[in-house]
Every structure is written in C-alpha cells, then in structure tokens.
C-alpha cells in the first residue's frame, strides 16, 4: 500500500521571497538584516529566513505603528 505523499511546506524563504512577501525590494530586506531588524541565517552562500522570523518582523511593525498612535 503506497503511502500518500503530501507536498512539505516552506520550511525557509530566500530574501527575494521575503522582499515579495512583504512589498519591499530585495536591498530593503537585506539592511533590515543588516541593522538586525530581521533574523536570517546563513545557509552556504546564500541567507534564509525562518516563516517564524518575518512573522516576528511584522508582528514588531504593528506594534511600533500601534504605539506612534497611542
């Protein structure tokens, strides 16, 4: 009996992913990573970021947008 097989999920995204995701450009994204705004590890060459970390990234937007209002 075969085992159906489920697609996996994302388990990281590149920068250009993150860029999409979040309506930036590529070069916005990486100074986020630079100045430590978002977390990102280095995989080879390349950086990934964890769904986690640019949840924790949009999470800290809304509450500096939220406190600017009170």
Do not use: F, H, N
């Not at 009996?1 to 930036?24: D, F, H, N, S």
């Amino acid at each position: 009996m075969e085992v159906p097989r489920r697609p996996l999920a994302k388990k990281w995204y590149t920068c250009a992913e993150v860029a999409q995701m979040l309506g930036y450009g590529e070069s916005k994204v990486r100074m986020l990573i630079i100045k430590g705004d978002l977390r990102s590890l280095k995989d080879g060459r390349s950086r990934r970021i964890l769904p986690e970390w640019v949840d924790e990234y949009v999470a800290m937007r809304a509450r500096e947008a939220a406190e600017s209002v009170a």
